[in-house]
């Protein structure tokens, strides 16, 4: 049996906004982002879903322009609160506060 070799360039690139086919895999794909504590990768995870649905379309439901949308959600960028809740509101989802700490493991 011989195995054929196959090189690392020769590999498609894994493009993370192939892999949200819907609000739900959307929403879990920002929560684990929101759990690093960065704000560059949400802003990068963001540009991700927004390119998934479709950049032209977050931009006119969000009322940012495409090219702004671009430069405010790329990678290592720090885009104001108010341009990450425009896009979550056309992306369809919201951003959620939860305790760091739940009750039981303070009483414990």
Do not use: W
């Not at 086919?21 to 690093?36: G, N, S």
Request: charged letters at 25%; a negative charge.
């Amino acid at each position: 049996m011989t195995r054929k070799i196959i090189k690392l360039s020769e590999l498609p690139a894994f493009d993370m906004a192939e892999h949200l086919p819907d609000e739900q895999a959307i929403a879990e794909y920002l929560t684990i982002v929101l759990e690093e504590n960065d704000p560059a990768a949400l802003a990068d995870a963001l540009g991700t879903v927004a390119r998934a649905r479709g950049m032209t379309d977050i931009a006119k439901a969000s009322g940012i322009t495409r090219e702004a949308l671009y430069k405010a959600l790329r990678p290592n960028a720090n885009p104001r609160f108010d341009t990450i809740s425009r896009v979550c509101a056309a992306l369809g989802v919201k951003l959620v506060a939860q305790p760091i700490h739940t009750q039981e493991a303070t009483h414990s």
